[in-house]
């Protein structure tokens, strides 16, 4: 009987032995990928207009539902060595971009995420973004009205870094826009070229009241702007 209950005994240790490891026999610092996404709410574009500018940037909602810790992007443009680093933790879910006249180059950035993890250090799964940065430019419109005739004189200006204020724009193309009371169709009235001042004028008999704005076109280094409507 007792060979028997010692054989009983080695055929329970070596069932025991052989039952495959539980999740608590892992190592304590294996990592996996936790469910959800991180991602940025990356504004399609910057204008610089000051020698120092701030942006707020901010997660999306997804972060949070993930349970986010922290998160890092890395921005590069494209044609230039310089990168931008954003940082975010769970306090804020946001970060400031500042970027500098003189230094920040203009075009397009692409921004790669470089990490995330949540509450128990598990990477999150990020989106990539991009946005594109160029300088700002402005204009006036001002016009009057005289019986039937209506004139504009328009004053045309870009940021201009090396000075850090608004120039005046010559010889820049323009464009003069009109709409019909009660309508919401913008339409073309005249093209105008600024002179040698970053202004120009212009005269016609429309023997009605309309609605105007005046349109600059952007290039490769500046963003494009509309006046604010006048009516005449």
Same mark, same amino acid.
């Not at 574009?45 to 998160?71: E, P, Q």
């Not at 419109?141 to 201009?160: D, E, H, M, P």
């Given at each position: 009987?007792?060979?028997?209950?010692?054989?009983?005994?080695?055929?329970?240790?070596? !069932?025991?032995? +052989?039952?495959?490891?539980?999740?608590?026999?892992?190592?304590?610092?294996?990592?996996?990928?936790?469910? !959800?996404?991180?991602?940025?709410?990356?504004?399609?574009?910057?204008?610089?207009? =000051?020698?120092?500018?701030?942006?707020?940037?901010?997660?999306?909602?997804?972060?949070?539902?993930? !349970?986010?810790? $922290?998160?890092?992007?890395? /921005?590069?443009?494209?044609?230039?060595?310089?990168?931008?680093?954003?940082?975010?933790? $769970?306090?804020?879910?946001?970060?400031?971009?500042?970027?500098?006249?003189?230094?920040?180059?203009? /075009?397009?950035?692409?921004?790669?995420?470089?990490?995330?993890? $949540?509450?128990?250090?598990?990477?999150?799964?990020?989106?990539? =973004?991009?946005?594109?940065?160029?300088?700002? +430019?402005?204009?006036?419109?001002?016009?009057?009205?005289?019986?039937?005739?209506?004139?504009?004189?328009?004053?045309?200006?870009?940021?201009?870094?090396?000075?850090?204020?608004?120039?005046?724009?010559?010889?820049?193309?323009?464009?003069?826009?009109?709409?019909?009371?009660?309508?919401?169709?913008?339409?073309?009235?005249?093209?105008?070229?600024?002179?040698?001042? /970053?202004?120009?004028?212009?005269?016609?008999?429309?023997?009605?009241?309309?609605?105007?704005?005046?349109?600059?076109?952007?290039?490769?280094?500046?963003?494009?702007?509309?006046?604010?409507?006048?009516?005449?």
């Amino acid at each position: 009987m007792r060979i028997k209950s010692l054989l009983a005994a080695g055929a329970l240790v070596a !069932g025991l032995l +052989s039952l495959p490891a539980t999740a608590s026999a892992q190592p304590a610092d294996a990592r996996s990928a936790a469910a !959800g996404t991180c991602s940025m709410v990356m504004p399609a574009r910057f204008s610089i207009r =000051a020698a120092v500018t701030n942006f707020k940037i901010t997660l999306a909602a997804n972060c949070k539902a993930a !349970g986010m810790s $922290d998160a890092t992007w890395t /921005g590069s443009t494209t044609g230039s060595t310089w990168s931008e680093f954003l940082w975010f933790d $769970d306090t804020t879910y946001s970060e400031t971009l500042t970027m500098y006249a003189l230094s920040t180059p203009v /075009g397009r950035t692409t921004w790669i995420g470089t990490g995330a993890a $949540d509450q128990n250090y598990n990477d999150i799964a990020q989106t990539n =973004a991009s946005s594109y940065t160029k300088y700002g +430019s402005s204009a006036t419109l001002i016009g009057g009205r005289k019986g039937s005739r209506t004139a504009f004189i328009a004053t045309v200006g870009y940021y201009n870094p090396k000075i850090n204020a608004f120039a005046r724009w010559s010889g820049k193309q323009v464009l003069l826009q009109y709409k019909e009371i009660g309508s919401s169709t913008w339409k073309g009235l005249k093209y105008l070229t600024t002179n040698a001042s /970053g202004q120009a004028a212009y005269t016609y008999y429309p023997n009605k009241t309309r609605t105007y704005r005046l349109y600059v076109p952007q290039n490769a280094s500046l963003w494009d702007f509309y006046t604010p409507a006048i009516s005449r």
